[in-house]
């Protein structure tokens, strides 16, 4: 088993007074700029660091940072990485597999700052012995971090410590030390012997210049001699000096180019493929056994085509697999694979509290339903949860009609794009996943409200949750339907004994029943109660039937053009203008 942080929380570190979150392989934050998803990823890497944090770093300057983290995985493998003193140290902190330790720093009476690990024992936080740090580190090695912003010429050509070349580079030399230090010391000390200041083979016009250069100091000082001397590098000094040549291709053939004089774009890719291929070469080291390395990576996305987007997340989807843990920031719904929405983390922030990671929809579809989790995640990823967790606002609705003509109703309603104003439109699975589909995300903290064809009322009436409520509401509308069946006003293709019979019945005999003009009056009652309650169904049947057109996509395209058109007046484009205006301004 891989080794895993689950659980963070970040307690007084920038943004974060209080925040907690789950973790998988690989995670998505996802939230609006500024909202301190960065911050948790600084904070994750100064657990496993324990660099001196600044004041301007705290949330508060009273209060100590302390970042909280449960490790799960942790194997004989794993611990096989740590010396034998530290593991037994460790040991007694592990139970089944499972670490819990925190990193503190604090100010004590006298203002001196202080830094400490603790590690949870029987629900009691304990002082770490000595070397817990170390052992720490071994069982995650220096996690790999590309800031949004990051110099991308820097880390993909300059070989230091914090680059991305760099760690590669430091991986290759230790493999081809390992393989070829024989020879290439061999190689090193032919080359030596002509260049050491005792080198048996020195260079002649190296010893000419001694001689010259002893002459004029034997003029001040007659017992002091010098010789030049050049070092022969180690296979480190070589390997300090490395970088990146691009070569682009053209008809006239190669041409080599700095990484610098291509766009931000290739810049990018290059970066993003060198944290990939080091990936591979560290999951591959002959003779390293398995542990878990970390990367984070701000907006991968950025400067990228949308189809490089797509093999950049597939790529650090297959590294999650691989036995790495992923974590990145993101603003693209592109980013995160139709599997992994549900797992995504949504941060946002607030005034009082600071940056708050929202419970994941996974989370809560466990918690909630346990009995149908596997439908509901079903209906999540079929309809692009993504699009919900991009949203501050989501409204479920029947189908695609919905999705293709609603933003630009809106946009002509309202004089602005649906997208600005952070709420989303979702299809449901089904008229059976919305009560579930609109508890979970509620539960998530995200506004949830329904968009329904007037058909739903068979559900609503009959559902465990709704079945007890508007109860005057639905004796009235049974009544009146009786009575209008009775008198012939209404004909329906199925028999009606009790409101449980409207569970079975079309929607064709649910646009009849809109149309009967004595159920009107009960039908609005009923429309005006289940607004206040969230849910906005069509009493004149169904989205169709107001504003004009037939369910098609010529249909659909051609009312998005007409109201598109600012000559046309919008009440000769939708066909009921009133009730679509009481649905854009309840929306």
Request: net charge neutral; aromatic share 8%; proline share 2%.
């Amino acid at each position: 088993m891989t080794v895993l942080i689950k659980e963070v929380k970040v307690l007084n570190f920038r943004s974060c007074k209080e925040t907690s979150l789950v973790l998988r392989p690989y995670t998505a934050l996802i939230g609006y700029n500024n909202a301190g998803k960065s911050n948790i990823i600084l904070a994750i890497n100064w657990l496993l660091d324990g660099y001196l944090i600044a004041d301007d770093d705290l949330f508060d300057t009273i209060n100590p940072v302390i970042v909280e983290a449960t490790v799960i995985g942790i194997d004989e493998d794993a611990l096989s990485l740590i010396s034998e003193e530290n593991r037994t140290k460790l040991e007694k902190f592990i139970d089944n597999g499972v670490l819990n330790f925190r990193r503190i720093q604090e100010k004590d009476t006298n203002g001196k700052v202080k830094k400490s690990i603790q590690l949870k024992q029987g629900g009691e936080w304990k002082k770490n012995p000595g070397g817990i740090d170390g052992a720490i580190s071994n069982i995650f090695p220096e996690p790999i971090h590309i800031p949004a912003m990051s110099d991308a010429v820097e880390d993909a050509t300059k070989s230091k410590s914090s680059t991305t070349i760099g760690k590669l580079l430091s991986l290759i030399v230790a493999e081809i030390k390992k393989e070829n230090e024989t020879k290439f010391n061999a190689a090193i000390m032919e080359i030596d012997k002509f260049l050491s200041y005792n080198g048996r083979d020195r260079l002649n016009g190296l010893n000419d210049i001694d001689k010259d250069l002893n002459a004029k100091i034997n003029e001040f000082f007659h017992d002091v001699n010098v010789k030049l001397h050049f070092p022969t590098p180690s296979l480190e000094d070589i390997f300090k000096s490395g970088t990146l040549k691009i070569f682009e291709r053209s008809s006239c053939g190669e041409t080599m180019r700095d990484i610098s004089k291509f766009g931000h774009g290739a810049q990018r890719s290059i970066q993003m493929a060198l944290i990939q291929y080091l990936a591979d070469r560290k999951q591959s080291s002959v003779g390293r056994k398995k542990s878990n390395t970390l990367i984070f990576i701000d907006e991968p996305e950025l400067y990228l085509h949308p189809s490089a987007i797509h093999a950049i997340r597939d790529s650090l989807v297959l590294l999650s697999r691989a036995g790495f843990q992923v974590i990145i920031t993101t603003h693209s719904a592109s980013m995160i694979s139709y599997k992994h929405a549900a797992d995504a983390v949504q941060v946002y922030k607030d005034a009082t509290l600071g940056t708050i990671s929202r419970r994941t929809l996974s989370e809560k579809i466990e918690e909630l339903y346990q009995a149908s989790s596997a439908q509901l995640y079903s209906a999540f990823t079929l309809n692009n949860a993504s699009q919900i967790l991009f949203s501050e606002e989501v409204f479920l609705v029947e189908g695609k009609t919905e999705i293709n003509v609603l933003p630009a109703i809106y946009n002509r309603f309202k004089g602005r794009n649906l997208d600005l104003s952070k709420k989303a439109f979702v299809s449901v699975n089904g008229k059976g996943s919305i009560f579930g589909m609109a508890e979970v995300i509620s539960a998530v903290g995200i506004k949830t409200r329904v968009l329904v064809d007037c058909d739903f009322l068979g559900i609503y009436f009959n559902h465990p949750t709704t079945k007890d409520k508007i109860i005057k509401e639905k004796e009235e509308f049974e009544l009146s339907l009786k009575k209008a069946l009775e008198s012939n006003e209404l004909v329906l293709k199925k028999p009606f004994k009790s409101l449980k019979c409207l569970k079975s019945y079309s929607s064709e005999d649910f646009l009849m029943l809109c149309e009967c003009e004595s159920m009107q009056p009960i039908l609005c009652a009923i429309h005006d109660k289940l607004k206040n309650e969230g849910i906005f169904f069509w009493k004149l049947g169904d989205i169709e039937c107001v504003y004009g057109v037939k369910k098609s996509h010529a249909g659909w395209e051609q009312l998005t053009v007409d109201l598109q058109d600012e000559q046309k007046d919008i009440q000769t484009i939708i066909k009921n203008h009133e009730h679509m205006a009481e649905f854009v301004d309840w929306l």
